[in-house]
Structures are given as C-alpha cells and as structure tokens.
C-alpha cells in the first residue's frame, strides 16, 4: 500500500512538474527569440512607435497596444454590466431549478469556438454597423460587440459564486432590519462579493486582450493609431497571427517581442487576479 501511494504521488507530481516546466519553456522560448530585437531597436521605440512597417525596419507596436487595450476596454463596457446583473438574476432572483435551466446556456457560451464568434460578428455585427453607423463596419466596436459577448461566461460564473459564497447571516440580518430584497442585494451582497466580481472582470480582460480569430475576422487590421470606435484596429495578438506565417529575421524577432510584450501584460492581469482571489480567500 505504501508503495502504490508512493507511485500515486510521483504521477501527481510530475504532473504538476509537466505543467510549470512547460511555462517556463514557453517563457524562455518568446524571450530568447524576441529580446534581441528589443534590445537593438530599443525598449521604448519598440513600444512606443506609431509605424509598423517591417519591410522598412519599422518594429513601433504602439498601435496595437491601442488597439488591444481599446477593445479590451469596450469588450468590459459592454460584457461587464450584462454580466453581473445575469450573475446577480441566477444567484438571488430566481429559484434554483429556473437557475439550473438557464446556467447551461451561460456554460455553452464558453464552449463555443473563438471562429464562430467572429463569423458571427462578420455576417451580423459588421454590416449592422455599416448600414446604421457607417464606415466599413470592421471597427473597434464589432470588436468590442464580440469580445464583450466571449468575456460573459467569465464575469457571470465567477461574480455569481462570489454572490452565492456571501453568508446566509448577512442577507437574513438586512431583511430583518427592515430592507427589501433589492436594497439587501445592493448594499450588503454586492459590497461583500466585490472582491470576487473584481478578480472575474480583470480575468474576463484577461480573455478578451489574448483573443486572437475572433477579432481579426472584424477588426480590420489596420496597423494605425484609431480616432474613433468605427476606426479599424489592429490587437498585439492579431498582428502576431497575420504575418508570423511569412515573417523572417528581424520581422519574425519583432513579432516574438510583441508576444513577450503581451506575455507580460497577461501575466499582470493574473497575479492582480490571484492576490485579489487570496484576499477573498483570507477574508473568509
């Protein structure tokens, strides 16, 4: 018995060991190929350079940077409120066996693949926009329409166990001291599960920043600073995608560097996610 449980304990181990060295490969890998460029182009031309044109030996990804984080920031406007108030619908406002019809459709939307979120916004979103906004329609906004749609099942299944984690005592203490079921919702429930509805917004950024298909099917692509939310835009990851598959040299170097810069971007989204996630933890 002894020994099965040690055999059981080396799989687990290595398991987990597959998991980090795997991470670390990935991480070395994208700052050994990308450093390089960085380094001779310099850190801030680099990020900070309004030209993209690597035909010319012009590496600036300041425009993808805009880009990334413009839609990021109307994918949060958009999915953010619809988000909580579903979260909040399934975790307060209905019954458990209404609730357990409808959270398989929230689960669905996670499953579904990223391409058929962007053939979506390419035979839907962009030509509504087109007829009713102008423009050619591939814009921030069908960006941001679809990414706010993708990020729903993030912010909803985190921020609705954040709800329902909220000690019974807390609710029952409110509607005994005379506040109605909303009023309760509002100023105890909320504020007690605003730790976790926090870490599920930044891990739904978190999504929307790394999407990759989706967004190049109805963005547009455009390697320029947008003006406005029917502009066309390019993201850190969509440039990487278009052109890794032709890219050589210095280009190719530039691309990997713009990965490192994404990597780093993700990678503190994540940990505020976690330190918030521990707080919660210790809070409880």
């Known amino acids: 018995m002894p020994k099965k449980k040690s055999a059981i304990e080396m799989i687990l181990f290595l398991a987990a060991a597959i998991s980090v060295v795997s991470v670390l490969l990935i991480t070395i890998f994208i700052f050994k190929e990308g450093f390089a460029i960085i380094k001779e182009y310099g850190l801030w031309n680099f990020i900070l350079g309004k030209k993209w044109a690597p035909l010319s030996g012009k590496f600036g990804i300041f425009p993808m940077i805009l880009g990334s984080i413009y839609v990021t920031l109307g994918a949060i406007i958009i999915g953010v409120p619809i988000g909580i108030a579903t979260a909040i619908f399934l975790g307060e406002l209905v019954n458990e066996k209404i609730s357990r019809l409808i959270r398989p459709f929230v689960e669905l939307l996670a499953g579904i693949p990223s391409v058929i979120y962007g053939f979506y916004g390419l035979v839907v979103v962009v030509p509504l926009i087109r007829k009713y906004l102008g423009g050619s329609g591939f814009s921030i906004l069908a960006s941001s329409i679809i990414l706010g749609i993708m990020i729903l099942p993030t912010i909803i ?25 909303w009023q309760t919702i509002k100023g105890v429930i909320l504020p007690a599960a605003k730790s976790g509805i926090i870490a599920s917004i930044i891990l739904g950024m978190g999504r929307a920043i790394g999407e990759t298909m989706a967004v190049i099917m109805v963005a547009g692509n455009s390697p320029k600073i947008p003006n406005s939310i029917l502009d066309q835009v390019r993201t850190l990851t969509g440039n990487i995608a278009i052109e890794m598959g032709y890219a050589s040299g210095k280009h190719a170097q530039a691309l990997f560097a713009t990965g490192i810069v994404l990597f780093v971007i993700i990678m503190i989204l994540n940990t505020i996610a976690n330190v918030i996630a521990r707080k919660v933890g210790e809070e409880k």
């Open 157 to 181: 299944n985190i921020s609705e166990v954040s709800i329902r984690s909220v000690p019974r005592e807390y609710k029952e203490g409110s509607l005994a001291l005379g506040a109605t079921h």
